[in-house]
């Protein structure tokens, strides 16, 4: 407690001016836009990764509710190729 206590008092008014000035002295007043620029894009790329990877969470969550199919008919469909489709350079078929 006693550490985030020490962080806000760092953050006051005074600290905080001089903090800003020694950022200004140290880039510059030409790159401070540019470096405000991409902490903004990478906060705003942060925010869209995290709610992409809530919104897939949500959506795993909820494809979880589907019965599962049928053992018998997995095997089914796994053992009889379809004969529309073409035989790869890599298949089994084109060993014979």
Same mark, same amino acid.
């Given at each position: 407690?006693?550490?985030?206590?020490?962080?806000? #008092?760092?953050?006051?008014? !005074? &600290?905080?001016?001089?903090?800003?000035?020694?950022?200004?002295?140290?880039? !510059?007043?030409?790159?401070?836009?540019?470096? @405000?620029? =991409?902490?903004?894009?990478?906060?705003?790329?942060?925010?869209?990764?995290?709610?992409?990877?809530?919104?897939?969470?949500?959506?795993? !969550? +909820?494809?979880?509710?589907?019965?599962?199919?049928?053992?018998?008919?997995? @095997?089914?469909?796994?053992?009889?190729? &379809?004969? #529309?489709?073409? @035989?790869?350079? =890599?298949?089994? @078929? &084109? +060993?014979?």
């Amino acid at each position: 407690m006693s550490t985030l206590a020490s962080l806000t #008092n760092l953050f006051s008014g !005074g &600290d905080l001016f001089l903090i800003l000035l020694v950022i200004l002295l140290l880039f !510059g007043a030409k790159k401070l836009p540019e470096l @405000a620029r =991409g902490m903004g894009q990478a906060i705003k790329e942060f925010q869209k990764a995290k709610d992409e990877f809530s919104d897939e969470l949500h959506k795993a !969550g +909820q494809g979880d509710t589907k019965p599962a199919p049928p053992a018998s008919t997995i @095997a089914q469909t796994a053992t009889r190729p &379809d004969p #529309n489709q073409a @035989a790869t350079p =890599g298949d089994k @078929a &084109d +060993q014979v």
